[in-house]
């Protein structure tokens, strides 16, 4: 009996040696597949390699504990990855943006300093010669068509008392204390594309006394200066035949002693262009059984004559009046147009 209970307390021994190590065996296997589903998790500790022993119950707890310090320690490393990951794409996106920027200056400054240095190459180019090419001469003709102007025929465009800017400029002369105030040129007429001119005003007198003063070119030496030959043909004094465009018929009769005369209504729409305030010669004369008489208009409008004497007789008379001197413009002056002033501009 004694025996029987020797043999009994080994084998429970031995059956409970065997559970346990079936139970360890099981842990064991638990732990290694909880390693390997954790990515091979390092159980190290110290660099120094865990040596388990299966039979003790210490090593095994401890292999646990090491397993969830690991597995704590790679959910910090996880974290701390995708911090840093997180900032690295910041980073990477305030250093997309910074690098944008400076390009976007940096382009700014280049577009700045081409455009600088195109407008300095225009300005150079307006004032330098390129060294490597030969002198280029101005195209200055082709500057004149740009600013060139349509030109018109003065003829189809003026009427009779415009102004034209005649390139002879003169003043008024006073005659018995009184002057003209226009000064200028003004359209007289138009005829076969011909186009007169007349003063304005009345720039220039002459004294005339008897016979001497009716001789045909007694005006010549007080009228040539007026004419300019790039512009004009000729130039002459006032006529009579020129006069009965605007008051039709003049009598150049002479009752005797008491001559007749014409007298220009201030009705008439051309008394402005052809009476002033100063009366002035007219070319025209009477040549009456050896009297002589010379016309002139007064300053009231009126178409006289006044007589200068006789051909075979001392005696004489005289006056003093004005003249207005008329150029006949060449054939197909040209004109701009009207100035500011609203006279005609011309041109060859």
């Known amino acids: 009996m004694d025996n029987q209970q020797k043999i009994r307390i080994p084998l429970i021994v031995l059956v409970g040696i065997v559970l346990a190590l079936i139970l360890i065996t099981f842990l064991v296997i638990k732990t290694v597949q909880n390693i390997s589903s954790n990515k091979n998790i390092d159980i190290s500790k110290n660099d120094a390699p865990l040596v388990i022993d299966e039979n003790n119950d210490d090593d095994l707890i401890e292999a646990n504990n090491l397993i969830d310090e690991q597995l704590t320690e790679n959910e910090e490393d996880k974290k701390e990855e995708n911090v840093d990951e997180n900032a690295k794409d910041k980073l990477q996106d305030s250093?997309?943006?910074?690098?944008?920027?400076?390009?976007?200056?940096?382009?700014?400054?280049?577009?700045?300093?081409?455009?600088?240095?195109?407008?300095?190459?225009?300005?150079?180019?307006?004032?330098?010669?390129?060294?490597?090419?030969?002198?280029?001469?101005?195209?200055?003709?082709?500057?004149?068509d740009k600013n060139e102007k349509v030109l018109y025929d003065l003829y189809s465009k003026v009427s009779i008392g415009d102004y034209v800017d005649y390139p002879v400029s003169y003043?008024?002369?006073?005659?018995?204390?009184k002057k003209a105030s226009l000064t200028g040129w003004r359209v007289l007429s138009?005829?076969?594309?011909?186009?007169?001119?007349?003063?304005?005003?009345?720039?220039?007198?002459?004294?005339?006394?008897?016979?001497?003063?009716?001789?045909?070119?007694?005006?010549?030496?007080?009228?040539?200066?007026?004419?300019?030959?790039?512009?004009?043909?000729?130039?002459?004094?006032?006529?009579?035949?020129?006069?009965?465009q605007f008051v039709g018929n003049i009598n150049l009769d002479k009752n005797h002693s008491v001559p007749t005369y014409t007298s220009i209504p201030r009705s008439n729409k051309y008394y402005n262009l052809i009476v002033?305030?100063?009366?002035?010669?007219?070319?025209?004369?009477?040549?009456?059984?050896?009297?002589?008489?010379?016309?002139?208009?007064?300053?009231?409008?009126?178409?006289?004559?006044?007589?200068?004497?006789?051909?075979?007789?001392?005696?004489s008379y005289n006056a003093t009046y004005g003249i207005r001197p008329i150029?006949?413009?060449?054939?197909?002056?040209?004109?701009t147009g009207k100035n500011n002033n609203g006279v005609w501009n011309i041109t060859l």
């Open 190 to 244: 138009k005829s076969n594309g011909t186009i007169s001119l007349i003063s304005a005003g009345v720039p220039e007198s002459i004294y005339l006394q008897g016979i001497s003063g009716t001789s045909s070119n007694v005006f010549n030496s007080k009228i040539n200066k007026y004419l300019n030959g790039n512009y004009a043909t000729n130039v002459h004094v006032l006529t009579i035949e020129e006069l009965k």
């Open 327 to 335: 150029v006949t413009l060449k054939y197909g002056i040209k004109t």
């Open 276 to 315: 002033t305030p100063v009366g002035y010669w007219l070319y025209n004369m009477i040549n009456e059984t050896g009297s002589k008489y010379r016309f002139y208009i007064h300053q009231n409008g009126i178409i006289n004559n006044i007589y200068m004497g006789f051909e075979d007789s001392s005696s």
């Open 95 to 144: 250093t997309s943006i910074a690098t944008s920027n400076t390009n976007s200056k940096v382009s700014s400054v280049s577009n700045n300093k081409n455009n600088s240095s195109n407008n300095n190459n225009n300005n150079n180019s307006s004032t330098n010669t390129n060294d490597n090419k030969p002198d280029v001469v101005p195209d200055n003709s082709s500057q004149e």
């Open 171 to 177: 003043s008024n002369v006073s005659i018995n204390g």
